[in-house]
């Protein structure tokens, strides 16, 4: 497995919910991957268990900027965004992967655990750069320890290029699309 791929297969597993069977994967997390996530490591022992389970849930749940579902950056809660969600579905299958019925498939977990072992999850990581750096820069406007996870996973990208940047201020600025159809003004 290369290098990138274990950092993302790790980063998939530390994007989870902290609780006890994410507890239980961090010896395996520490000795494959731990010199990429020292500091994110470091943190969350500062942490503790319950802290970082409350922390959780206050950036990845209650703040819009922090969504871990990459086609809400770039669809908002649109029709869209479920023509969206059916086509990576459908790179999946292409890929002889199937999802579990309770994952949705732009879930940056299940995204970077596509990445870690399929090319072609890199490629919707990279189609989906504007919404990772926003949720990067959100992370770190939170002082998040998420933060540090997010940069170790957008160092196995190239470089973000310019068009990626304005499009992420551009979606910082005006947020995600909202449909109006069907809503009287």
Do not use: N
Request: hydrophobic letters at 40%; glycine letters at 6%; a negative charge.
């Amino acid at each position: 497995m290369s290098a990138h791929a274990v950092v993302r297969q790790a980063a998939a597993h530390l994007l989870a919910y902290p609780d006890e069977h994410f507890r239980q994967r961090l010896p395996m997390i520490r000795a494959a991957a731990g010199r990429h996530y020292a500091d994110f490591l470091r943190e969350i022992d500062r942490l503790g268990a319950g802290e970082l389970a409350a922390h959780y849930v206050e950036t990845f749940d209650l703040r819009r900027r922090c969504c871990l579902y990459l086609t809400y950056y770039s669809d908002g809660d649109t029709r869209r965004r479920g023509e969206s969600l059916t086509a990576l579905k459908a790179r999946y299958r292409a890929a002889g992967w199937e999802l579990c019925e309770d994952e949705l498939p732009d879930y940056l977990p299940v995204v970077l655990e596509f990445a870690a072992l399929d090319p072609a999850g890199e490629e919707i990581l990279r189609e989906h750069r504007a919404g990772l750096e926003l949720l990067r820069t959100a992370l770190h406007e939170r002082r998040s320890p998420y933060g540090l996870l997010v940069d170790t996973v957008a160092a196995t990208l190239p470089p973000v290029t310019d068009a990626e940047r304005a499009a992420a201020l551009l979606l910082a600025r005006q947020g995600p699309p909202a449909e109006s159809v069907g809503v009287y003004r």
